[in-house]
């Protein structure tokens, strides 16, 4: 079984989580980890499970002009420099039958601020038909640049661990 996880990431909050998801899902499969700028045109042959994840900019997945906001407040280089994960999974051209998805974000733990990018990430990997796995998850930060929450990372591994095994082979797969 094999894993290709893409993420999306400004200040390297997303970059960390989607590390720790691919460690754990390392456990069970074989795990490739991409950044958005330089993930495959389609997703490749072999693979069953495909993760996304970024950061949520403005109630959703990041655009153009909130990325040239995330820039203006960074205080070193950003991670991901060019598209995000909304424009990559646009134009995502195609998949072999059985592929599996599962989307993830970061973002602010306020009960009062409405929004994810994983939702808009769901969205866009069903319109591709790839179907959803249950249970994407929120990775929270404390403030714009980070850092992450305590026990985050741990969090995100065990999230990995639960995924690749719901992707072993024999086992039904809860998709929505
Ligand atoms: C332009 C911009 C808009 C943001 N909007 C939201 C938002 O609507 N909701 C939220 O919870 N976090 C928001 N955030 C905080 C980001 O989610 C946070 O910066 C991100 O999780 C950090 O991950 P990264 O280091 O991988 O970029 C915003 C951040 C930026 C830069």
């Known amino acids: 079984m094999r894993a290709l996880v893409v993420y999306e990431s400004m200040f390297g909050n997303t970059q960390t989580i989607a590390q720790a998801i691919a460690d754990g899902l390392a456990t069970r499969m074989d795990v490739e980890l991409v ?11 072999g693979v069953d499970l495909l993760v996304v994840g970024g950061p949520t900019h403005a109630f959703g997945m990041s655009r153009a002009n909130t ?9 070193s280089g950003l991670v991901s420099k060019g598209q995000g994960m909304r424009e990559w999974l646009s134009a995502l051209s195609g998949h072999a ?24 990430a769901e969205k866009l990997l ?11 998850q929120s990775f929270y930060v404390s403030g714009t640049p980070g850092p992450l929450l305590e026990g985050e990372i741990e969090r995100a591994r065990s999230w990995g661990v639960s995924l690749a095994a719901m992707r072993e082979p024999g086992e039904r797969r809860p998709a929505v």
């Open 67 to 75: 990325r040239k906001s995330a820039a203006e407040q960074a205080t």
């Open 35 to 45: 950044e958005v700028g330089a993930a495959p045109a389609a997703v490749p042959d």
């Open 97 to 120: 039958p059985d592929v599996s998805a599962a989307a993830f974000d970061t973002r602010f733990k306020n009960p009062w601020l409405p929004g994810s990018a994983r939702r808009g």
């Open 126 to 136: 069903r319109r591709k038909g790839l179907p959803v796995l249950t249970g994407s």
